[in-house]
């Protein structure tokens, strides 16, 4: 039996938006928080959390850009993933275990300006962006609680992002 066409899906976005609308209030992902405790993410926090990020991103000019995402697996390592691919940016996945070196040259070679990053990466990023042999210009941790001088927030980012799309409806 031929599936319907309203059931098609075309791309990641149009599944998690018909996932969102019919799973809304089920688990989406388990997080494991600082006292090693599971939290349940719904669909609809997983959807808001990203849309509040996007509009972020946006706002910092990441349209059309290649955004690299690095560090242990997370929740904010899928939201960050996805945000890129729903502002139309590049996101590109490098390995944690890369030396500075390498980082730098991967950098290069895919012309990156926003990086995504665990903390325990930040004193590398930091280095890097302050020698400017790279075209980064804005990094973000997917840890911090606050942002810094040179370091965004991603729960930050997300949070204004989802004040700014509540203040436009």
Known sequence: ML???????SDLRQLLEKNTDKYKEKTAFWMKNK??????????QLYTDLCGLVTSLKNLGMKDKRIAIIGKNSYEWVVSYL?????????VLLDSEFCLTELKYFLNITEI???FFSNELEDVFLQIENDGVTGLETLIS?????SEEKV?????????GKKEESMGE
């Open 113 to 115: 300006s926003c990086v």
């Open 35 to 44: 006292n090693q405790e599971y939290t349940a993410i719904t669909y609809n």
């Open 83 to 91: 945000a890129a691919l729903y502002t139309g940016d590049v996101p």
């Open 142 to 146: 997917m840890d911090k609680e606050k």
């Open 152 to 160: 965004l927030s991603l729960k930050e980012l997300i949070e204004e």
């Open 3 to 9: 599936r319907k066409e309203e059931d098609h899906i």
